[in-house]
C-alpha cells in the first residue's frame, strides 16, 4: 500500500483511534515518521492519520501478489478534528459504556477505527474507491470523565421540525448513556451566550418538548461574535458545545472550533446540520425534511379540492425552497394530484408556446382545472424584474425573497381574464410557517436520536470542529467545511427529476426559451438533449 499526503504536518495521534495500514511506503516528504518505529509494528502501523485541519489521506491498496504496475484505487479519507491535535498530552478513559445495561447485549458495543464510510456507493469496475468518512458512533476510549463535562446546546436559525427532539436526546444521550448531568441550554441563538441566561437541562426538564414544535430554546439569526462566544464558554466551565443549525450557524461553528482551538482550551464543538429545505451538502437529507412533505400534504389536497370544485378552478400552493426545491418535488411526487411544479433550479417562463400559461390552458380545457406547486425561491428573477424588488437580506444574510406565489396567482388570473376573456378560479395556498412549526413525525423523531447520539458520542471521543448526517444511510462525521461550501440542490438532469416530468407530464420549459437555456449550463442541457428515461 502506498500511502501518500498533501500539505503533510508533524501532528500528536489520539490514543483511541487507530488505523492500520499494511506494508507501507513513506514517501520522504514525510520525515516527522520513524522507518524503525514502522518496522517494530510488524509492518503495520497502528496509529491513525487525523488532522488539525481537515486533510486527505490517499490511500492506494495492493496485496502482496499484485506488481506496483497494476491499477490501484484512490481511498481518501475527509478526517474531522481531535482534541488532541492542539493538547498532545490529554489522557483517555475506558468508555462508560462497557458497563451500561442498554448496550450490555449488543456484540460490538464500539465503532472500529478503521471503519468508514464512503461518499459515493454507484461505482464502476474500475472506478477509484473515492472519498470516505470516519463512521459515528461510540469509541472504546473517551476524552472526559463524566464529572468534568459541562455541555451546552443552542439552535440558531430558522424553525423546522425536530428541533425540540435533538435538544431532548442530546441531553438524554449525555446523562443516560454517559452519566452526564451538567446541561447547559443557551436561549436565543448564538447572541444568548453573551446576552441571556441559561437554562439548566434535565432529563425530566426536556422529557417531553419532543411533542411541541419550535424550539425549546429559541433561536434568531446573526449574533455571532465569536471572541464573545468563546469567552463565555470559557467564564462557564463549558467543555462541550453543540451548536444546531444551519448553513451560516455551522460556518459559526466552524470558527467557535477555530478560536477554541488558537487559544488551546479543551472544549469539543460538535454541529447538527439543520435545514427544512433538505439543501445541506454531502448528507443524504436533513431532519425535518420527511415532515414537512408529509405536511405539504394537507394543503396540496385543500388546493386540489377548492380548484376542481369550481368551473376553471386554478389551485397554487407555494411551500418553502429558497434556493433548493427538494419540499416541492418531493411533495408533488408524493401527491399525485398536481399538474405542475416549479423550483428554482428548473427555470421556467410564462407566455409563448411551451410556457405555463400554454400549459395552464392545455390542462383546463382537459380537466376543467388545474393544480400547481412551487417552490418559494421559483422565479424570484421575474417577480424581481416586474415588482421592482430589492437585493435586501436577513440578519442570516440570506436573500428577501418576493412572493412568488402572490405574483403567478395574479399574473394567471390577468392573463387569462384579459388576453384569454376567460373566467379563472384562483385558489391561492401559503402552508409555509404551519409546516415548518409542527412537531416531528415517527420518521424524523427516529433520525434525530440517531443525530443528536451520534454528535455525543463523538464529542465524548474527543472529536471536534465536525458535524455529523448520514452518507448513504450510515451516520459519519464530516468536516464542517463540506457541509457549508456548497448548497445541495435539485439536480434537473437527472432521475428524480426525470420522475415528476413524468409523473405530471408538464413541459420542461428548458426545451422551448433561448432566455432560459442561457441560464442553464450547457453540460445541463446536454445531459436533458440526450437523456432517455427507460425506468421510472
Not at 31 to 54: D, E, G, M, V, Y
Not at 249 to 255: P, S, V
Amino acid at each position: 500500500m502506498e500511502l501518500s499526503l498533501s500539505n503533510a504536518y508533524s501532528l500528536p495521534f489520539p490514543q483511541n483511534d487507530f488505523l492500520p495500514l499494511h506494508k507501507c511506503s513513506i514517501p520522504a516528504s514525510f520525515h516527522t515518521f520513524s522507518n524503525k518505529k514502522l518496522a517494530s509494528k510488524s509492518n503495520s502501523l497502528f496509529r491513525p492519520l487525523i488532522w488539525r485541519q481537515p486533510h486527505l489521506v490517499r490511500l492506494r491498496a495492493q496485496s502482496a501478489n499484485e506488481s506496483n504496475a497494476s491499477g490501484d484505487d484512490d481511498f481518501i479519507i475527509e478526517d474531522v478534528p481531535h482534541l488532541t491535535h492542539f493538547l498532545p498530552d490529554l489522557p483517555s478513559y475506558p468508555n462508560p459504556l462497557k458497563r451500561s445495561h442498554a448496550y450490555a447485549i449488543v456484540k460490538k458495543t464500539f465503532v472500529s477505527p478503521e471503519d468508514m464510510v464512503a461518499k459515493d456507493i454507484i461505482v464502476q469496475k474500475d472506478s477509484p474507491r473515492g472519498i470516505h468518512f470516519r463512521r459515528a458512533g461510540p469509541r472504546e476510549k473517551v476524552f472526559f470523565t463524566p464529572e468534568e463535562v459541562r455541555a451546552c446546546i443552542v439552535t440558531c436559525g430558522g424553525l423546522c421540525p425536530g428541533i425540540n427532539t435533538v435538544i431532548r436526546e442530546i441531553v438524554c444521550g449525555l446523562k443516560n448513556m454517559y452519566g452526564v448531568d451538567d446541561v447547559l441550554g443557551i436561549q436565543g441563538g448564538y447572541s444568548g451566550f453573551y446576552s441571556k441566561n441559561t437554562l439548566n437541562l434535565t432529563t425530566k426538564v426536556v422529557n417531553d418538548i419532543h411533542k411541541r414544535g419550535g424550539t425549546f430554546l429559541q433561536t434568531s439569526r446573526g449574533g455571532h461574535d465569536t471572541k464573545k462566544i468563546v469567552d463565555n464558554i470559557q467564564d462557564r466551565g463549558i467543555n462541550q458545545v453543540y451548536i444546531i443549525g444551519g448553513d451560516g450557524t455551522q460556518k459559526g461553528a466552524a470558527a467557535i472550533y477555530k478560536e477554541v482551538e488558537k487559544r488551546g482550551i479543551k472544549v469539543a464543538v460538535a454541529g447538527i446540520p439543520k435545514t427544512i429545505d433538505n439543501d445541506i451538502a454531502v448528507i443524504d437529507k436533513s431532519f425535518g425534511f420527511d415532515t414537512a412533505v408529509e405536511e405539504a400534504q394537507r394543503a396540496i389536497n385543500a388546493a386540489h379540492v377548492e380548484a376542481e370544485s369550481m368551473e376553471n378552478g386554478v389551485g397554487i400552493v407555494k411551500l418553502m425552497g429558497r434556493y433548493s426545491g427538494f419540499i416541492a418535488m418531493l411533495a408533488t411526487l408524493g401527491n399525485r394530484d398536481v399538474d405542475c411544479c416549479l423550483i428554482p433550479e428548473s427555470p421556467f417562463y410564462l407566455e409563448g408556446p411551451g410556457g405555463v400559461y400554454e400549459y395552464v390552458e392545455e390542462k383546463l380545457k382537459e380537466n376543467r382545472h388545474v393544480l400547481i406547486v412551487l417552490a418559494e425561491g421559483a422565479g424570484q428573477e421575474y417577480v424581481a424584474q416586474r415588482m421592482q424588488a430589492f437585493q435586501e437580506k436577513d440578519a442570516s444574510g440570506n436573500r428577501l425573497l418576493s412572493d412568488v406565489g402572490l405574483w403567478l396567482t395574479q399574473h394567471i388570473k390577468d392573463h387569462f381574464t384579459d388576453v384569454r376573456k376567460l373566467t379563472v378560479n384562483m385558489k391561492y395556498i401559503d402552508p409555509t410557517y404551519m409546516i415548518r412549526a409542527i412537531p416531528s413525525n415517527a420518521s424524523d423523531n427516529i433520525y434525530c436520536t440517531l443525530l443528536a447520539q451520534s454528535a455525543v458520542h463523538g464529542a465524548m471521543a474527543g472529536f471536534t470542529g465536525f458535524t455529523v448526517g448520514p452518507v448513504n444511510s450510515r451516520q459519519a462525521y464530516i468536516p464542517i467545511n463540506r457541509v457549508t461550501e456548497t448548497t445541495n440542490t435539485v439536480n434537473i438532469a437527472g432521475r428524480m427529476w426525470a420522475r415528476l416530468l413524468a409523473s405530471t407530464n408538464q413541459p420542461s420549459f428548458i426545451h422551448h426559451c433561448q432566455t432560459v437555456r442561457e441560464r442553464v449550463d450547457k453540460k445541463t442541457i446536454d445531459a436533458i438533449n440526450n437523456m432517455q428515461i427507460n425506468s421510472i
